[in-house]
């Protein structure tokens, strides 16, 4: 197998379950502009649109192909018009966030996700409640996590602030970088191998652009399709799905960048308060107002930092939870949520419209 293929993220796995759909070729969706999808092939780069029966089928809009799906396609040129996507393969994960003033509550952001590099700014944007935030939506994807705090070189008082992540990162790696002396840039590298696909999380100036640049090296990527003859048609297209120098991919979508949290598995992401609740008086305890609540005696006690219990509060306040409610319930506060503020749905609109700044470098 080529360079290419294997930097694709075609691994031995990926080819025995494409090989069960031996009529169509196998593919790798690389950005997606709204029915238009984009698909690397191990033959070349082509367009395609799904079936009329996967749009008709669809419940959830994880039905869909979304940038980083292993997808079965009917064809490997564009002689003959796009290519019709018939199948999705099994993901190893999923990446979702919520979307506000949209038909449907979640747009599912990216696919097959290998490691997500959870980044926090060591300056004054330095969060440990948002760090918690990102670390439950990484636990819940399926990706793993994790942690890199950058601009190193702003640091102050780093054995605490690395005390206090580790706390909350339970056991997932750390790994302190600064973009400007290069300190820890390396150490991100054996994640980008080749077959692996890496995603960048964090907020908005803590400096992912500055470590994916150079994590794309001067990597480069063949994407003129075999029989791809109308090269005027897609020149706009911005890449989602970059090859990087290592021999990786990284998924680089506005979805991901800044992620709302949908549904998040908290018994992981707050493991210490879970197990504390284990000796609350009362199994449904919400650790709110009960008595003889284990969870706010470690608070009083000081054994659990009362930020981190506030923002568990906060937290589960955003994530839905339909238990104990009938249908119409469930339904209105489905809808609820889809609609919040205005603000938010123009918030949405704004980030659909950035675009990513990396273009594919052909
Ligand atoms: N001191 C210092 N500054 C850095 C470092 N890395 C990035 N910066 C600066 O921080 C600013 C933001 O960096 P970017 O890499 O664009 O941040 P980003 O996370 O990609 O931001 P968005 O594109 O908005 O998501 C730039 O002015 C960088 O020069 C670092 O390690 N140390
Ligand atoms: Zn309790």
């Given at each position: 197998m080529n360079q290419r293929n294997e930097s694709l993220g075609f691994t031995e796995k990926v080819l025995a379950e494409a090989s069960l759909f031996e009529s169509y070729y196998v593919g790798r969706i690389i950005s997606q502009k709204q029915k238009l999808y984009e698909i690397a092939l191990l033959e070349g780069t082509i367009h395609g649109e799904v079936t009329g029966k996967m749009r008709y089928e669809a419940m959830d809009p994880a039905d869909f192909p979304v940038v980083g799906d292993f997808v079965m396609v009917d064809r490997k040129d564009e002689t003959h018009g796009y290519a019709v996507i018939h199948e999705i393969l099994t993901r190893k994960s999923l990446f979702v966030r919520k979307v506000a003033g949209k038909r449907r509550d979640a747009q599912a952001v990216a696919a097959n996700v290998d490691t997500v590099f959870l980044c926090m700014a060591l300056n004054e944007n330095f969060n440990l409640r948002r760090l918690e935030r990102y670390f439950a939506v990484a636990l819940e994807s399926g990706a793993v996590p994790v942690i890199v705090l950058t601009k190193g070189d702003l640091a102050e008082n780093l054995p605490e602030k690395l005390c206090e992540v580790e706390r909350i990162t339970l056991g997932y790696e750390v790994i302190v970088t600064s973009s400007l002396t290069g300190e820890g840039v390396e150490k991100l590298r054996p994640y980008a191998e080749k077959g692996k696909t890496v995603a960048f999380l964090g907020s908005s100036g803590v400096g992912k652009s500055s470590l994916i640049n150079s994590l794309l090296g001067s990597s480069v990527m063949e994407t003129k399709a075999t029989g791809y003859e109308d090269k005027g048609r897609h020149t706009t297209t911005h890449r989602e799905l970059l090859l990087l120098e290592n021999g990786g991919a990284l998924i680089d979508t506005p979805g991901m960048r800044e992620l709302g949290i949908?549904?998040?598995?908290?018994?992981?992401?707050f493991e210490d308060i879970y197990t504390l609740a284990e000796s609350c008086r009362f199994r449904d305890c919400s650790h709110v107002s009960e008595p003889h609540c284990a969870v706010k005696k470690a608070v009083e006690e000081g054994a659990l930092p009362v930020e981190r219990y506030e923002n568990f509060l906060k937290l589960r306040e955003e994530v839905p939870s339909y238990e104990g409610l009938n249908s119409r319930e469930i339904e209105k506060k489905k809808l609820d949520r889809m609609f919040g503020g205005k603000k938010e749905m123009k918030k949405t609109k704004d980030q659909v419209k950035k675009k990513s700044k990396y273009e594919f470098r052909d």
């Open positions: 949908l549904e998040a598995d908290f018994s992981k992401s």
